[in-house]
C-alpha cells in the first residue's frame, strides 16, 4: 500500500512539474530546470554515504570493536539477503540512526553512541532492520528522484520572477493573478507531496523492517525511547538530512507534521502494533 501511495505521489509530482512548466516556460524552460535539478542532485546521490557520514563525524567500526553491533547487521543482511554494508558510530548521546547509500552495493548504516546506550539488543535490531529496509527498499533513490523534480519546480518559480517567461498579459485567456498565485502555491503543493513521500517511505521502512527481524513491538518499543531521548537531548542536525535519521531530529507538532519528513510516532507505533495482531490472526 505504501508503494503504490509513494507511485501516486511520485506521479502527482511529476505532473505537477509538467503544470508548472507549461504555465512558467514551456517545455523547453521546463527541460532546462529540470536538466539543472538533476545535475545539482546527481552528486548528493552519488557521494550520499560519503556527505552525510562526513558531515556528522561518522567513525566506521570493525567486528572486534563493536561485536554486538556488526553480529545484528549480520544476521539480518544473511535473512535479507542483503550485501552487508559499512558499519558506523557516530560520536553524538542524542539517540538516533540512520541509513545512507546509493545502493545495496554502496551503503552504510550509522548509530549514535546515545543510542547503543538506551536500547536493549532486540530493540536494536529492530532499528537496524528499519534501517536494511530502507537501503533494500532503494529509498535514497526515491528521495533524490523527489528531490529533483521539488528542485526543477523551485528553478522554474525563481526564473520566473526574474525573467518574462510564461504567458503574456496580453495573451488570450491570461490570468496575471491566477499566475501569481500558482508560483505562491506551486513550490508549497511540491514540498508538501516530498514530505508526504517521505513519510511514506518511513511506514513502508517500519513495516519491512518489522518483517525483517520479525519483532515489531520491539521496535515500537524502540522508536518510543528515542522520540523521548530526542526531545531531552535535541541533535544539532541538518534540516536537508533530517528525513535520512530513523526518529526526526527536528520535532514538531500540529501543522508542522505536513511538512515533516517522518510520520506521526504515534501512528508508525500503531501501525507496528497492529501488524503484530496480523501476524497472529494469520497462524
Known amino acids: 500500500m505504501n508503494s503504490f501511495k509513494t507511485f501516486v505521489l511520485l506521479l502527482g509530482l511529476t505532473l505537477l512539474l509538467i503544470f508548472v512548466g507549461q504555465a512558467v516556460g514551456g517545455r523547453e524552460g521546463a527541460t532546462y530546470a529540470f536538466g539543472i535539478a538533476l545535475l545539482m542532485n546527481f552528486g548528493s546521490y552519488w557521494f550520499s554515504d560519503k556527505i552525510v557520514l562526513a558531515m556528522y563525524r ?7 570493536e563493536s561485536p554486538k553491533l556488526h553480529r545484528i547487521v549480520d544476521n539480518l ?15 553524538e548521546l542524542t539517540p538516533n540512526a540512520f541509513a545512507t547509500g546509493r545502493n545495496p552495493n ?10 547503543l546506550q538506551l536500547l536493549s539488543e532486540d530493540e536494536l535490531e529492530g532499528v537496524l532492520a528499519h534501517e536494511l529496509a ?31 517567461i510564461g504567458r503574456s498579459d496580453d495573451e488570450e ?21 516530498q514530505m508526504a513521500i517521505s513519510r511514506s517511505r518511513e511506514y513502508l521502512a517500519d513495516a519491512s523492517g518489522a518483517q525483517m527481524c520479525g519483532k515489531p513491538l520491539s521496535l515500537a518499543n524502540a522508536l518510543r525511547k528515542l522520540t523521548l531521548g530526542v526531545q531531552r537531548l535535541p541533535m544539532d542536525a541538518n534540516p536537508a538530512t ?19 519528513t517522518h510520520p506521526p510516532i504515534e501512528s508508525r507505533i500503531a501501525k507496528l502494533e497492529n501488524q503484530v495482531i496480523g501476524n497472529e490472526v494469520t497462524r
Not at 561518522?58 to 572486534?64: C, D, G, I, L, R
Not at 533530517?242 to 515533516?260: D, E, K, Q, R, Y
Open 173 to 193: 485567456g491570461s490570468n496575471p493573478l491566477a499566475f501569481i498565485v500558482m508560483l505562491i502555491v506551486a513550490p508549497i503543493a511540491a514540498m508538501l507531496i
Open 242 to 260: 533530517a528525513h535520512l535519521f530513523i526518529v526526526n531530529p527536528l520535532l514538531g507538532g500540529g501543522l508542522m507534521t505536513l511538512f515533516s
Open 77 to 91: 543482511c544473511q535473512f535479507s539477503q542483503l550485501p552487508k554494508p559499512k558499519v558506523y558510530i557516530i560520536p
Open 134 to 164: 530502507h537501503i533494500k527498499n532503494r529509498d535514497i533513490l526515491i528521495a533524490t528522484i523527489a528531490a529533483t523534480i521539488v528542485g526543477a519546480i523551485s528553478w522554474m518559480i525563481h526564473f520566473a520572477r526574474w525573467i518574462p
Open 58 to 64: 561518522a567513525k566506521p567500526v570493525t567486528q572486534k
Open 106 to 115: 554502496h551503503a552504510a548504516v550509522a548509530v549514535t553512541d546515545g543510542i
